[in-house]
T-cell receptor, first 115, second 114 residues
Framework: EAQVTQNPRYLITVTGKKLTVTCSQN?????MSWYRQDPGLGLRQIYY???????DKGDVPEGYKVSRKEKRNFPLILESPSPNQTSLYFC??????????????FGPGTRLTVT | AQSVTQPDIHITVSEGASLELRCNYS??????LFWYVQSPGQGLQLLLK??????LVQGIKGFEAEFKRSQSSFNLRKPSVHWSDAAEYFC????????????FGSGTRLQVQP
């Protein structure tokens, strides 16, 4: 089954404790992206990757890092989490096909709470 | 800068009634438009998309949307709502090129009464 998976689905942590949220897709998609969802704000892009070893900032990159060493994986790293990073995080990927490349497939989400 | 407005934060309809969710966008070029649905505790599922061509697009689960360039709108419709349609609905717009970031509206939560 074609899918985007994220782990963990739920995480409660404390300020300053480094964490990584993993994202993996099995559709051979070149493009991957991270979004955060906050009430009343919709989804906002954090980072994106056009291909392996190619990453760049989105709209709200502060406090986050990413890496793309393999095509299927795109982990999101919070080196020193703060309470304002409490949010629902979504990973997304899309096809290399020109016409469908804008159809982004989303993972199930990771709900992060930083205390 | 591009933006998406969903004027209705919360809508309640009776099961079997028709539904229309509003979406207005601001975009400097030809927009690519999407509607996603998010059920409680679930990720985002694509309902339908508009790239070009016929301005009335059909999606999954009996939904359709109409692109009206003159009104900068992309409203989502369903003729008869089912209880399982209760969810949050997001309209999104984005370019094809570059970082392909989708700009999402703030969402409309749909409640369905029996």
């Amino acid at each position: 089954e074609a899918q985007v998976t994220q782990n963990p689905r739920y995480l409660i942590t404390v300020t300053g404790k480094k964490l990584t949220v993993t994202c993996s897709q099995n559709m051979n998609h070149e493009y991957m992206s991270w979004y955060r969802q906050d009430p009343g704000l919709g989804l906002r892009q954090i980072y994106y990757s056009m291909n392996v070893e190619v990453t760049d900032k989105g709209d709200v990159p502060e406090g986050y890092k990413v890496s793309r060493k393999e095509k299927r994986n795109f982990p999101l790293i919070l080196e020193s989490p703060s309470p304002n990073q409490t949010s629902l995080y979504f990973c997304a990927s899309s096809s290399p096909d020109r016409l469908s490349s804008y159809e982004q497939y989303f993972g199930p989400g990771t709900r992060l709470t930083v205390t | 800068a591009q933006s998406v407005t969903q004027p209705d934060i919360h809508i309640t309809v009776s099961e079997g009634a028709s539904l229309e969710l509003r979406c207005n966008y601001s975009y400097g070029a030809t927009p690519y438009l999407f509607w996603y649905v998010q059920s409680p505790g679930q990720g985002l599922q694509l309902l339908l998309k508009y790239f070009s061509g016929d301005t009335l697009v059909q999606g999954i689960k009996g939904f359709e949307a109409e692109f009206k360039r003159s009104q900068s709108s992309f409203n989502l419709r369903k003729p008869s709502v089912h209880w399982s349609d209760a969810a949050e609905y997001f309209c999104a717009v984005g370019p094809y090129t570059g970082r392909r970031a989708l700009t999402f509206g703030s969402g409309t939560r749909l409640q369905v009464q029996p």
